[in-house]
């Protein structure tokens, strides 16, 4: 019989592209996937540190498997990604969870193979955490599972250190991949038809800064735009510090970029953002705003958002509602700061109180969710171009995103998985939209 893989993963794209890489070297090694964890010969945690909770999360997940493991000795459990990365955090997982056969880091996943083939072969566990970031592993096949969309890093790492973010210190510096490298994988997923292509990057702009070959963002993203066939180029994250005029002229140069960015902005109070060590002001972020919505009038701007920062005001809080508002964002990922051991902001005077941070977090949502709401109610009426990705079996209505991220429903009596179709809006309910096919 075939053994089988289960993957849980936490946290954002970048691991769940990750998590697609893992399955790559599962399936190369003759693993199926099993949607149900008892069925499985291995279960994999790829894990995510960005947050105190998404860390919880992955410690009960891991707990609830001790029955499992007990029940079947044969099980192999492995855990991976950015909290094994962390210092020291291996020796807790080793304490807590004694029966975890495999750890490995964010930083060389890519060795899962040799890894598996060292546990089978003795009995002790394999623990093996790369400290520094190496070479670029090219040449990994991802097991995809999320067509028509497809996501393709470009960069890894970051150089950012935000005083509050543990992401610089788990996955190294900034390394970017070879130009070249980038588009044969774009041709080959557009040859095999996805449709949707998502450029990945901690902070897409300063894309080509460590390959002093002249390669920067813009170049790449007009190459890979101007290659041929009927696609949707996204990409994701831009630094507001290092978004350029030049990526702002590409975005209008090609049909296929959608004109959609998403800019974190993390705080609306120039003293915080100096204290996040952003490196932009507030007038800085909406002078860019300003400069993209007058170049590309039909522009959507996304973001994150962090409240309860150390030594956030009142005052300083009321600047981020008040930014919110000005700038008019499509969407919001809205986030209550989480002290991360390590970083500058952990060390900092002035942490915030839990009741006040959660009665910031909900008027910021509420906020939020309202300019969300008024945006969706605008669609009534318009027909939009959706890419159908999905088939949502509880509702029976097939759904896709426009190009600006905005989800619609429908109905349809043949498969529209992987297809554009023309949606006209009939209805909106908070932040997806209702229609129907007019073609
Ligand atoms: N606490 C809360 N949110 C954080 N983010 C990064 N680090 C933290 C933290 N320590 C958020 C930022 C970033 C997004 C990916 O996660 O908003 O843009
Ligand atoms: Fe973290 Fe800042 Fe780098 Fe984003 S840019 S990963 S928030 S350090």
Redesign the pocket.
Known sequence: MQKKYHIVTYGCQMNVHESEKIAGILHKMGYEETAEKENADIILFNTCCIRENAENHAFGNIGALKKLKKANPNLLIAVGGCMTQEKGKTDVLKKKFPFIDIMFGALNFEELERLIIKKQAQKKKVIEIREKEGEIVEGLKPFRTSYPNAWVNITYG?N???S??I??YVRGRERSRKMANIIAEVESLVAEGYKEITLLG??VNSYGNDLNDGSNFATLLDKVASIEGKFRLRFM?S?PKDFTEEVVSVMKKHDKICKCVHL?VQAGSNRILSLMNRRYTREKYLEEVAFLRKALPQAEITTDIIVGFPTETEEDYLQTEDLVKTVGFASAFTFVYSKRQGTKAAEMEGQIDEATQKDRIMRLVALVNSLTREKSQKYIGKTVEILCEDYDEKKGLYLGRDEFGRMGYFSSKENKIGEFVNLKILSANGISLHGELTD
Request: glycine share 0%.
């Open positions: 970051c950012n250190f935000c509050y973010c992401v610089p901690q902070n994250t630094h974190p």
